[in-house]
């Protein structure tokens, strides 16, 4: 076997990536993106630097996504997905409300808690006043995702006469806010530790409560 065919079989097949293979690489990005975004923040980080991170050119990016925006939406909506994909799965409507309200509110807080979370969260509110289509992107990705599958439920209970809620929707975001009240205030002023340390559950338990005694039927009323 002559040189120049040794080399031409030493070398990477380039061209379309195998099948299978495309959620991997993509996955792949979205992860070496958020490492750029908690190391260097929103501002200083680049489609440059991500590259590097990632190992591939800043070409194979712009395939998919069109500025660091878009790949900073993407990160965002990866967490947020997770959030999602818990509650589409937990089976809340087999639940009887307390239990499923305290999944939901369990999940919530547990996302917030999360370290990769919670330096998105402080980045996004940090420097949301120069790039203020960040707040927009998570906020939008949230109610999209986690806001809507909650009101969904609410719905549901409705139909079923164990909730009494005029505005499932509405009702859908004054629960996401009394769960994330303690947990905002904490991520926006506290040390990383001290939110790793939180104790929730208190809080979490006093919120369901409340809740429901405005929202319980009278006859079920706690």
């Known amino acids: ?25 993509t996955a792949a990005l979205i992860n070496a993106a958020t490492r750029v975004f908690l190391r260097d923040g929103y501002g200083l980080a680049s489609i440059d630097k991500v590259a590097a991170e990632a190992g591939i050119s800043t070409r ?58 919670a330096a998105l969260f402080r980045i996004v509110a940090t420097e949301a006043h ?25 719905r549901g209970q409705v139909a079923r006469g164990t909730l009494t809620l005029g505005d499932p929707d509405r009702a859908a975001k004054i629960f996401l806010q009394m769960i994330c009240a303690e947990l905002h205030e904490s991520l926006l002023f506290d040390a990383p530790q001290a939110l790793a340390a939180l104790d929730c559950k208190p809080h979490l338990e006093y919120v369901i409560d409340l809740f429901l005694r405005g929202a319980a039927p009278r006859s079920h009323a706690i």
Not at 1 to 25: F, H, Q, V, Y
Request: aromatic share 6%; glycine share 4%; charged share 30%.
């Open 60 to 117: 194979t990016i712009y395939e998919r996504f069109r500025n660091k925006a878009d790949l900073f939406g993407a990160v965002i909506s990866r967490l947020v997905d997770r959030v999602s994909t818990v509650l589409a799965t937990a089976g809340l409507d087999a639940l009887e409300p307390k239990a499923a309200l305290t999944v939901i509110a369990e999940t919530i807080a547990g996302r917030a808690r999360d370290a990769d979370s």
């Open 130 to 154: 120069r790039f203020p289509e960040l707040a927009a992107r998570m906020r939008d990705s949230d109610r999209r995702c986690v806001d809507s599958a909650i009101a969904d439920y609410f």
């Open 1 to 25: 076997m002559n040189d120049a065919l040794r080399t031409s079989e030493a070398l990477p097949k380039t061209g379309r990536p195998r099948r299978g293979t495309e959620m991997a690489r």
